[in-house]
């Protein structure tokens, strides 16, 4: 999976994100970062580093075995390979919008 795929995921599920009303980050390290920004209307998805409400650090590779289903999402968590800061809710709406 690369930052496109990712990207392109979040582009997708963009439009059903305006109820969350905050934005959030997944920080890939080297890889880059995907901001999905659900405060205004329509929701934006971009590449560039700002403010979000909750952040999630996960490698891309890891970020795709949890897509994949090949590696819980809760595990990943336990493992120390998923870390999230700020608003746990809003990321758990986004676990939610991924899952659809």
Known sequence: ?????????FELIAPRAGKINAALK???GEDGLVLL?????P???????????TTVTVSLRDFG??????LPGDLAFAMGKLRMSGDMIT????????NR
Not at 2 to 9: K, N, P, R, S, W
Request: overall charge negative; hydrophobic content about 35%.
């Open 37 to 41: 920004d659900a405060r205004q209307e």
């Open 26 to 28: 997944f920080d890939f």
């Open 43 to 53: 929701p934006t998805v971009s590449n560039n580093d700002g403010e979000a409400d």
């Open 1 to 9: 999976m690369t930052l496109e795929d990712v990207t392109g995921l």
């Open 65 to 70: 075995r949890i897509l994949n289903k090949e």
């Open 91 to 98: 990321g758990m709406s986004v676990t939610d919008l991924l």
